[in-house]
Antibody
Framework: QIQLVQSGPELKKPGESVKISCKAS????????MHWVKQAPGKGLKWMGW????????TYADDFKGRFVFSLEASASTANLQISNLKNEDTATYFC?????????WGQGVMVTVSS | DIQMTQSPSSMSASLGDRVTITCQAS??????LIWFQQKPGKSPRRMIY???NLANGVPSRFSGSRSGSDYSLTIISLESEDMADYHC?????????FGAGTKLELK
């Protein structure tokens, strides 16, 4: 069965960087795009963008251009999200997800806490 | 960008009630809309896809409908397990956009 397993929670200081991983299994990794979704505490879901797992080309929503980088380790069926120069407002749970019109699979989410 | 205006932001209802949540799209999205249910500490779960289709394993008391640019999720007889947050997502064009979410609580 398709599974997306994300890395563990992170506690960081403002200005630091963090890298979150999302390991896929149960399907051919390059068949489906990987989406990233942010959920701040007590807030709704926000679509961050997606990465073409075949070409490696990322697409970012406007609010996530600059400090956010989507990348792949295709040989390991893993997608990564790196956030640099962390700010307090980056405190959130970050989900990776395969979302298609017919089905979707989500990682369990990674809580990133930014606090001095 | 397409804006999805979701209402209400929160609501309380009694067991057995009929509940309707709506997302209004700022541009034509066809039927390219998914409804998700999310419980605390969990990942979203697809309930309705392509605006009106029930996802696998979802109880038949859930349904989706469309009237023009308004997309609705209806629960015809609320059960305790339905207490959750609900989110709509349009995937007609990038950037994909979610509604702001609806918190459904027991009255």
């Amino acid at each position: 069965q398709i599974q997306l397993v994300q890395s563990g929670p992170e506690l960081k200081k403002p200005g630091e960087s963090v890298k979150i991983s999302c390991k896929a299994s149960g399907y051919t990794f390059t068949d489906y795009a990987m989406h990233w979704v942010k959920q701040a505490p007590g807030k709704g879901l926000k679509w961050m963008g997606w990465i073409n797992t075949y070409t490696g080309k990322p697409t970012y929503a406007d609010d996530f251009k600059g400090r956010f980088v989507f990348s792949l380790e295709a040989s390991a069926s893993t997608a990564n999200l790196q956030i640099s120069n962390l700010k307090n407002e980056d405190t959130a749970t970050y989900f990776c997800a395969v979302i298609t019109p017919a089905f979707d699979y989500w990682g369990q989410g990674v809580m990133v806490t930014v606090s001095s | 960008d397409i804006q999805m205006t979701q209402s209400p932001s929160s609501m309380s209802a009694s067991l057995g009630d009929r509940v309707t949540i709506t997302c209004q799209a700022s541009q034509d999205i066809g039927n390219n809309l998914i409804w998700f249910q999310q419980k605390p500490g969990k990942s979203p779960r697809r309930m309705i896809y392509y605006a009106t289709n029930l996802a696998n394993g979802v109880p038949s008391r859930f349904s989706g409908s469309r009237s023009g640019s308004d997309y609705s999720l209806t629960i015809i007889s609320l059960e305790s397990e339905d207490m959750a947050d609900y989110h709509c997502l349009q995937y007609k064009q990038y950037p994909n956009t979610f509604g702001a979410g609806t918190k459904l609580e027991l009255k």
